[in-house]
């Protein structure tokens, strides 16, 4: 059964990064079908898609935060990961992994739980 | 970026009502909508794909319709456990882009 659990820092101060892991059990991040994701929930912004990452390395971003965003993965480590700097309380929300098909429809059809990752001094 | 707008906000029901939501896109992103169910406390739950396809283990009490700009999710024998928040969202291009959502609570 696949599972996807993030885990980081939950307190992130302001201007400084915010970096989350998502392990995952039950499939490969390796595998050529899907991608890796990251979305977020804040209740200003509603659900956001951020990004995503294909093993081979290829990765895209929301345009809004590409300037600022590192999607990696370790397959050794069957982990992919989040690096977001210099954040403000705008980035304060539920940071969610998901995975979803690499070709057309795209949905996400397996979450993470979600961590709350919360920007203040 | 594509646009996703649910209406309505919030809905109120009662367990056995059939209750339609529905989501506009801001253009036409053929059948690339996909619905998720979310609950408090919980991460959403991939519900329908392709605007009309169930995914495996969801009850046949939840359907999808529509393509282009407009569908609909519809949900006919409201139970208790339905009660909660629906999400459209396109795949049709990056950046996908969720609805705001509906709040679907007991009347």
């Known amino acids: 059964q696949l599972q996807l659990q993030e885990s980081g820092p939950r307190l992130v101060k302001p201007s400084e990064t915010l970096s989350l892991t998502c392990t995952v059990s039950g499939d490969s991040i390796s595998s050529s079908n899907y991608y890796w994701g990251w979305i977020r929930q804040s209740p200003g912004k509603g659900l956001e898609w951020i990004g995503s990452f294909f093993y081979s390395g290829n990765t895209y971003y929301s345009p809004s935060l590409k300037s600022r965003l590192t999607i990696s993965g370790d397959t050794s480590k069957n982990q992919f990961s989040l690096r977001l700097t210099s954040v403000t309380a705008a980035d304060t929300a539920v940071y969610y992994c998901?995975?979803?098909?690499?070709?057309?429809?795209?949905?996400?059809?397996?979450w993470g739980q979600g961590t709350l990752v919360t920007v203040s001094s | 970026d594509i646009q996703m707008t649910q209406s309505p906000s919030s809905l109120s029901a009662s367990v056995g009502d059939r209750v339609t939501i529905t989501c506009r896109a801001s253009q036409s992103i053929s059948t690339f909508v996909s619905w998720y169910q979310q609950k408090p406390g919980q991460a959403p739950k991939f519900l329908i794909h392709t605007a009309s396809t169930l995914q495996s283990g969801v009850p046949s009490r939840f359907s999808g319709a529509g393509s282009g700009t407009d569908f609909t999710l519809s949900i006919t024998g409201l139970q208790p456990e339905d009660f909660a928040t629906y999400y459209c969202q396109q795949s049709y291009s990056t950046p996908y882009t969720f609805a705001q959502g509906t709040k679907l609570e007991i009347k």
């Open positions: 998901a995975r979803h098909l690499l070709q057309y429809p795209r949905y996400f059809d397996t």
